[in-house]
């Protein structure tokens, strides 16, 4: 099954289905990278807090796919947002995930509220953009406020804003602002972490087009544009989460998942959220 690929506003393409590591064990990493790259992932979504960067790199190593082939993503810890921090902890995740590039780093928080601005990290990004080491830079759980600033004060328009988006938190705000600005969605916990998986409204479509309700979730995010990965280390699920491109949602599904918005969210209010590690 081919995975489609978005274009980045600098040109780069990143796979649309990936595969997400958070609260994936870093002793079951490699194991649960090496399934889905079996199953044709071609894109892994980690990040410095998640502790299981060098399990990816490893994953990596064992595969013997080429690293051209392969799309990956990290992102600057809470604790890291000071230039220093920043650079070091770059150049440790580069050697964990065991190659000459990152694909994608993102700031994974804004943290409106530390005593380090966010656009000043951003402008130690774009450092990390200039030395050549990543393909493309782009933010995490920013709010089109803290996207304003960056835009005003910054050179670099992020290439991505990876944010909560399912179907009980739509972000249809955050979705279209950042879109505007030529920024991509990545929706994270694109299937509320299991929690929309009973709705009646998504169990009823999935009946009628003959899929499971984890499926017809994430086609949805696909048809909306979104880049989506969904984790989980059952093997069986990493192989339904993957087959999501032979089957389509007609619009009034689509719509009808979306009004299931009820502002509900699974993790922090980027707003509110300053935990540092
Ligand atoms: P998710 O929505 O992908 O749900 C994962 C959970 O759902 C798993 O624990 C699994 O038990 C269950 N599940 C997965 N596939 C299933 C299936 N087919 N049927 C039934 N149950 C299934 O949630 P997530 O892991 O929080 O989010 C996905 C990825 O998004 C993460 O791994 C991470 O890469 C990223 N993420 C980023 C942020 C951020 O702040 N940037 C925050 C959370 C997650």
Same mark, same amino acid.
Request: aromatic share 8%.
């Given at each position: 099954?081919?995975?489609?690929?978005?274009?980045?506003?600098? +040109?780069?393409?990143?796979?649309?289905?990936g595969?997400?590591?958070?609260?994936?064990?870093p002793?079951?990493?490699?194991?649960?990278?090496?399934?889905?790259?079996?199953?044709?992932?071609?894109?892994?979504?980690?990040?410095?807090?998640?502790?299981?960067?060098?399990?990816? +790199?490893?994953?990596?190593?064992?595969?013997?796919l080429?690293?051209?082939?392969?799309?990956?993503?990290?992102?600057?810890?809470?604790?890291?947002?000071?230039?220093?921090?920043?650079?070091?902890?770059?150049?440790?995740?580069?050697? =964990?995930?065991?190659?000459?590039?990152?694909?994608?780093?993102?700031?994974?928080?804004?943290?409106?509220?530390?005593?380090?601005?966010?656009?000043?990290?951003? =402008?130690t990004?774009?450092?990390?953009?200039?030395? +050549?080491?990543v393909?493309?830079?782009g933010?995490?759980?920013?709010?089109?406020?803290?996207?304003?600033?960056?835009l005003?004060?910054?050179d670099?328009?992020?290439?991505?804003?990876?944010?909560?988006?399912?179907?009980y938190?739509?972000?249809?705000?955050?979705?279209?602002?950042?879109?505007? =600005?030529?920024?991509?969605?990545?929706?994270?916990?694109?299937?509320?972490?299991?929690?929309?998986?009973?709705?009646?409204?998504?169990?009823?479509?999935?009946?009628?087009v +003959?899929?499971?309700?984890?499926?017809?979730?994430?086609?949805?995010?696909?048809?909306?544009?979104?880049?989506?990965?969904?984790?989980?280390?059952?093997?069986?699920?990493v192989?339904?989460?993957?087959?999501?491109?032979?089957?389509?949602?007609?619009?009034?599904?689509?719509?009808?998942?979306?009004?299931?918005?009820?502002?509900?969210?699974?993790?922090?209010?980027?707003?509110t959220?300053?935990?540092?590690?």
């Amino acid at each position: 099954m081919t995975v489609p690929t978005i274009t980045l506003n600098n +040109g780069v393409e990143i796979p649309q289905l990936g595969f997400g590591v958070y609260q994936v064990d870093p002793a079951e990493t490699k194991d649960a990278v090496l399934t889905a790259f079996e199953v044709g992932y071609r894109h892994v979504d980690t990040a410095q807090m998640y502790g299981n960067e060098a399990g990816v +790199g490893e994953a990596l190593a064992a595969s013997g796919l080429a690293r051209e082939d392969v799309f990956i993503t990290s992102k600057l810890n809470n604790g890291h947002h000071a230039r220093e921090d920043a650079l070091r902890s770059f150049d440790e995740t580069l050697e =964990k995930l065991g190659g000459e590039y990152v694909d994608l780093f993102l700031v994974h928080w804004p943290l409106p509220g530390i005593d380090i601005d966010y656009v000043d990290t951003w =402008k130690t990004m774009e450092e990390i953009a200039a030395s +050549g080491k990543v393909r493309a830079i782009g933010v995490s759980n920013f709010q089109p406020a803290h996207l304003d600033r960056l835009l005003e004060a910054t050179d670099t328009v992020p290439a991505v804003n990876q944010v909560e988006v399912h179907p009980y938190l739509t972000n249809e705000a955050v979705r279209s602002y950042s879109a505007d =600005k030529g920024i991509a969605i990545e929706a994270w916990s694109p299937i509320a972490q299991g929690q929309v998986l009973d709705d009646p409204t998504i169990t009823e479509i999935a009946r009628k087009v +003959g899929r499971t309700p984890a499926q017809v979730t994430l086609r949805w995010a696909i048809q909306r544009g979104d880049i989506v990965f969904p984790k989980s280390v059952t093997r069986s699920r990493v192989e339904e989460n993957f087959a999501l491109f032979d089957f389509e949602l007609d619009q009034a599904d689509v719509d009808a998942i979306a009004a299931l918005d009820k502002g509900h969210r699974t993790g922090p209010d980027p707003d509110t959220f300053n935990w540092i590690p």
